[in-house]
């Protein structure tokens, strides 16, 4: 299975070229499966089929609506179910569904559980995802969280769970129950399914952008938040190219600025990313008709067949990514390690780093991630760091205190 994450800058129409490149999968054969929190208005007719039962659109295309309040009045009831003891011994007054409301973030979660729930007979999953600023921090949200539960609780803490009376006692505090580390292990199992998803080599990621200033220095900004959590870009979809030949003086000025700007994006993108321009059709395409003017040539499907060739030996194995992030060896205990982290798009006035026990702390601009140090690194000081055309190089001195010696 292929998935295909969309997402894009607001308004620039990531979820009409999401349904576009799924029905274009389905008509070259492929059994394809579009998920979007509307996907009725694209198509141009109701869908209220859910991820595990979705609505069959037209041949080889189904598509299922994630409803983030459903799925967050789910997940509530069955948390509130499992710690039922708890509750009833304090007396507490559960919750019905029908008095339940959404709370903010619901709609990530809801996002991530469709993501898993995606698994199946398909061969290609189309997701339709929020904008690209709340997509970059949708798809680091699992590394993060499983961080966060490590932290928190630590596996090795439960091989202790025998002594966990005696501690209590010897503490005068009460000591985690065994719930609760079964519920983390449940919660790392079910995030790890997804952060393996996402780092997958079969998975995708496609941006939309209506060529203008305003989105090139959008993408700018955002190019390094990608980089910095991994999330390599396959094609970018510059949307609503205006067509090249008209006499109109007006829309010949629009395009000359939406000229400028595909010119600019080849040359940045290109060759890690592909472009496929999408035209404007002059109206808001709604209906299996539009959708299929859009993917001129069969492009867009054209792009996701080339990544799932790519990306096929590689997921018969199930295997992800290749980490971008590669450490230049040294050799001997004066050596200089050299830790090269691609970030294209950084600047270098908003970069910082910060080392903490085995971790580094990078932050570009509006994003931080907290990355672990690569073994050898870990016996390392930090002895410099530079930004050089879209790289950003730390170089590491081997501690001597650390560092094993040749004898």
């Known amino acids: 299975m292929r998935t295909v994450l969309v997402t894009g800058l607001g308004g620039a129409g990531r979820t009409t070229v999401a349904a576009a490149t799924a029905l274009a999968a389905a008509r070259r054969g492929s059994r394809a499966l579009f998920l979007s929190a509307e996907p009725g208005d694209v198509f141009a007719a109701p869908v209220t089929g859910r991820p595990d039962e979705p609505d069959r659109i037209t041949d080889g295309l189904w598509a299922a609506r994630i409803d983030s309040g459903a799925d967050f009045r789910a997940e509530f009831l069955a948390l509130q179910e499992r710690g039922a003891a708890g509750l009833d011994l304090l007396g507490a007054a559960r919750l019905e569904d029908e008095e339940l409301t959404e709370l903010p973030g619901s709609e990530q979660?809801?996002?991530?559980?469709?993501?898993?729930?995606?698994?199946?007979d398909w061969d290609v999953v189309v997701l339709d995802m929020p904008p690209l600023r709340e997509t970059i921090a949708l798809l680091a949200l699992p590394e993060q969280l499983r961080r966060y539960l490590r932290r928190l609780l630590p596996a090795e803490r439960q091989a202790a769970r025998a002594l966990r009376p005696m501690l209590a006692q010897?503490?005068?505090?009460?000591?985690?129950?065994?719930?609760?580390?079964?519920?983390?292990?449940?919660?790392?199992?079910?995030?790890?399914?997804?952060?393996?998803?996402?780092?997958?080599?079969?998975?995708?990621?496609?941006?939309?952008?209506?060529?203008?200033?305003?989105?090139?220095?959008?993408?700018?900004?955002?190019?390094?938040?990608?980089?910095?959590?991994?999330?390599?870009?396959?094609?970018?979809?510059?949307?609503?190219?205006l067509p090249r030949d008209s006499a109109d003086c007006w829309l010949a000025t629009l395009y000359a600025q939406q000229e400028k700007c595909l010119t600019d994006w080849y040359g940045e993108w290109t060759?890690?990313?592909?472009?496929?321009?999408?035209?404007?059709?002059?109206?808001?395409?709604?209906?299996?008709?539009?959708?299929?003017?859009?993917?001129?040539?069969?492009?867009?499907?054209?792009?996701?067949?080339?990544?799932?060739?790519?990306?096929?030996?590689?997921?018969?194995?199930?295997?992800?990514?290749?980490?971008?992030?590669?450490?230049?060896?040294?050799?001997?205990?004066?050596?200089?390690?050299?830790?090269?982290?691609?970030?294209?798009?950084?600047v270098k006035e908003e970069l910082a780093l910060v080392r903490r026990g085995d971790e580094l702390l990078v932050t570009a601009g509006a994003f931080r991630r907290i990355v672990p140090l690569p073994s050898a690194l870990r016996r390392c000081t930090v002895a410099g760091a530079g930004l050089t055309?879209?790289?950003?190089?730390?170089?590491?001195?081997?501690?001597?205190?650390?560092?094993?010696?040749?004898?």
């Open 109 to 120: 979660f809801a996002l991530l559980g469709a993501l898993k729930s995606a698994a199946g």
């Open 170 to 241: 010897l503490a005068g505090v009460p000591m985690p129950a065994q719930w609760l580390y079964e519920t983390t292990a449940r919660w790392d199992s079910e995030l790890a399914g997804v952060q393996a998803m996402i780092e997958s080599s079969g998975t995708t990621l496609r941006v939309v952008a209506e060529p203008g200033p305003a989105a090139a220095d959008a993408l700018r900004t955002a190019r390094a938040g990608l980089a910095l959590y991994g999330l390599p870009v396959e094609t970018l979809v510059p949307n609503r190219i």
């Open 389 to 407: 055309d879209g790289m950003l190089r730390v170089r590491f001195q081997p501690d001597p205190e650390l560092w094993p010696r040749a004898r």
């Open 271 to 346: 060759p890690k990313s592909s472009l496929r321009e999408v035209p404007h059709l002059g109206r808001d395409p709604r209906g299996l008709d539009d959708l299929a003017l859009l993917d001129t040539g069969d492009g867009l499907a054209e792009e996701a067949d080339k990544a799932g060739e790519a990306a096929a030996p590689h997921r018969d194995r199930g295997e992800r990514r290749d980490d971008p992030w590669r450490v230049a060896e040294g050799h001997g205990s004066d050596s200089v390690f050299v830790w090269e982290l691609p970030l294209p798009g950084a």
